[in-house]
């Protein structure tokens, strides 16, 4: 019963889903306010159902019930518990469940938070967020019932993917879910915006908060798929321009130029047009991905599903809203105010410049997933773009984005000063020369970009720091004044010199990985020693172990440094027998931001293993950097002016609002 309890309650939420999507728009157009405010609790009743549906999917993997197919596919009655928990999402159909629960999820958050909007707008945000969760449900319900039974009920089911067997996997979906689909929010207020044929300056400090969040969580569950695919796959790689990848990086960009383009118009009210352009794109890239990663069009670890008829089924929905909310946005765009003017060079311009060179890149991107996908469809030729051309054409896209990066803050709107924030950052240029004169004489010659690469990290990190000292006069008051201007500084400010920041930060570990990573593969016998880097890893021995779901074996290494030593690492190899699949659980050695890596191969005949061991200096940076990012989000999401938003109209204002 618990299987069709579950599929019954994601039939209500259908229901509930078309009725907000149709009465609330009615009563925006007639000013009824009864038939308006049904969308709130609609809203809030669709999240309970889907909620609902969701817990049942999750209690019938706790409970190993292999008589619903989802689990049969997906789960082992040995498997640990942690994992069949995360095995809900680790297969299409549960993970387009949970889909389709976070798009209930802001939508509910949005009814009961967003008591500050207009009415209509509100209605009509509703309505539109109810659009796209009407047509996946209609999805699941038609193509990936997560709750469809077996006839003859297996005794044990087939297992989960056994590299999604790992803990990064419990954070790592969720986080990327909260941040795709929560951009639906900015592309709902975007369609309701066009609806209306009104925008300004308070739309945009509407919907900022909620693309922020959205923000926060993609940059989140990015950064921690690249940290579980460098220690899980064994490939010792942290990032690989796998299709599926940039799927989740272009929302990320599209998302990035999406908030500095609604913080020109909330201040300007100006790029009106350009940002509810990028509120629809932003959503539309998530929704590529979606399509990408679920229509069998792609061959990739990351990839759940290859039945067409669901691809044909996505592509039927990304037709539909693409095309409508691209459709709309040509209608009614034209009679758009384009708001105030500005110079050049001012912070609008610098913000400008930013989009520039986001879009640019994000558009890079796109050409480069898709381009072989629409040649094979049109000629049936298979042609593989890989790192080579996105290193060529990404990077230098963001080689003057970062230079123009410390400069924005600093610039006077409307009306800039370019030298004057020029001469604001001497501090961090001359600590950029610095940088690369350091470098270049700690390498001795080299790379000539690797030590460029570094001073332009430290210009950015630097220039981030400069703004917070200027806004403080450091050093040119009293500590103890310098120190009260710090406390009243608002928390966007921090928020963006941390976001900022956070952007040199990992730039400095990309570098530092890529230039001076050391690498030693090999097949070792035990009592052997393997030098890396001035490490010394002698292979103690190879023992077999049993575990819940899997056999194992496990390699013993003693680490030492310069004859000193120093750790013990067990990397492993494991087997899974349900599956006939094997895996790599690499051994990890952290000094600092630097890591030693070791992971094992096949075994040979003659009692040796193959080993990879890296050492990977100030890797660890690479995945500080965004964290950086996200607690920069995170402060400024905790700015009393952005949490509260727009002033909440007046009783008798909205009344008569309402019954315009």
């Not at 928990?85 to 469940?97: A, D, K, R």
């Not at 941040?179 to 009104?198: H, N, P, Q, T």
Request: charged share 10%; with cysteine.
């Amino acid at each position: 019963m618990i299987a069709e309890a579950g599929h019954y309650a994601l039939v209500l939420a259908l229901a509930l889903a078309l009725i907000q999507s149709i009465v609330p728009i009615v009563g925006a157009r007639r000013g009824d306010v009864a038939l308006m405010e049904m969308a709130r609790s609609t809203a809030v009743a669709q999240l309970l159902f889907v909620g609902a549906s969701f817990v049942l999917l999750t209690a019938l993997h706790v409970n190993s019930d292999f008589s619903v197919t989802n689990v049969f596919e997906n789960s082992h009655s040995a498997k640990p518990l942690i994992y069949k928990i995360t095995g809900v999402w680790g297969n299409h159909e549960g993970s387009m469940l949970l889909w389709v629960a976070i798009l209930a999820l802001f939508g509910a958050l949005v009814a009961v938070f967003g008591s500050n909007l207009p009415l209509s707008l509100r209605a009509n945000v509703l309505a539109a967020q109810a659009w796209v969760a009407g047509a996946f449900y209609l999805f699941i319900l038609l193509t990936s019932n997560p709750f469809a039974r077996i006839a003859q009920p297996p005794i044990e089911g087939r297992d989960l993917n056994p590299i999604l067997q790992d803990i990064g996997l419990a954070v790592h979906p969720p986080m990327l879910y909260l941040g795709y689909v929560g951009f639906s929010i900015s592309f709902s207020f975007a369609v309701a915006a066009l609806i209306e044929g009104r925008i300004d300056a308070a739309w945009a400090r509407w919907v900022r908060p909620w693309t922020l969040v959205a923000w926060v969580f993609l940059t989140l569950g990015i950064a921690m798929g690249s940290y579980w695919a460098y220690y899980e796959l064994g490939w010792g790689g942290w990032w690989f321009w796998d299709p599926v990848e940039n799927a989740s990086l272009m929302p990320w960009l599209a998302g990035t130029a999406l908030l500095h383009s609604a913080l020109v118009m909330e201040k300007r009210n100006a790029l009106k047009v350009w940002t509810i352009l990028l509120s629809i794109l932003t959503f539309s890239l998530s929704l590529l991905g979606t399509f990408l990663v679920r229509s069998g069009v792609l061959t990739s670890v990351h990839a759940f599903a290859t039945d067409p008829a669901r691809g044909v089924f996505i592509l039927l929905i990304l037709c539909v809203f693409i095309g409508g909310s691209l459709s709309l946005f040509a209608v009614r765009a034209p009679q758009l105010k384009q708001g105030g003017l500005f110079a050049p060079i001012s912070r609008e311009g610098a913000l400008v410049l930013n989009n520039l060179f986001l879009t640019t890149a994000c558009a890079t991107v796109f050409v480069g997933t898709l381009y072989p996908l629409a040649l094979e469809v049109l000629t049936a030729e298979k042609i593989s773009v890989g790192a080579p051309f996105f290193n060529l054409t990404f990077g230098p896209l963001f080689v003057p984005l970062l230079i123009a990066v410390p400069f924005g803050p600093l610039l006077a709107w409307k009306r800039g000063d370019l030298l004057a924030a020029a001469q604001r950052l001497v501090a961090a240029g001359i600590a950029a020369l610095l940088a690369v004169a350091m470098v270049w004489a700690w390498m001795r010659g080299g790379p000539v970009l690797a030590p460029l690469a570094i001073g332009l990290a430290a210009f950015v990190t630097m220039g981030a720091l400069s703004d917070i000292a200027e806004r403080t006069a450091l050093f040119r008051v009293p500590p103890s004044v310098s120190l009260r201007r710090a406390r009243g500084l608002p928390r966007s400010a921090w928020g963006a010199a941390l976001a900022h920041a956070g952007l040199g930060v990992a730039l400095i570990g990309v570098v530092c990985e890529t230039t001076w990573n050391s690498e030693y593969i090999a097949t070792l016998k035990p009592d052997q020693v393997a030098r890396v880097a001035g490490y010394e890893l002698k292979l103690e021995g190879l023992t077999q172990r049993q575990g819940p779901n899997f056999r194992e074996t496990l390699a013993q290494f003693s680490v030492s440094l310069d004859g000193r030593p120093m750790a013990a690492m067990t990397p492993s190899k494991r087997s899974f027998t349900t599956r006939g699949m094997s895996t790599t659980e690499a051994a990890l050695l952290t000094r600092g931001a630097s890591q030693l890596y070791v992971s094992l191969g096949d075994a040979s005949s003659d009692g040796g293993i193959a080993v990879r061991i890296y050492y990977k200096p100030l890797v660890l940076l690479i995945w500080w950097g965004p964290v950086l990012m996200a607690l920069g989000g995170v402060l400024s999401l905790s700015d009393r002016r952005l949490r509260v938003g727009a002033p909440k109209p007046a009783r008798a204002a909205r009344s008569l609002q309402a019954a315009e």
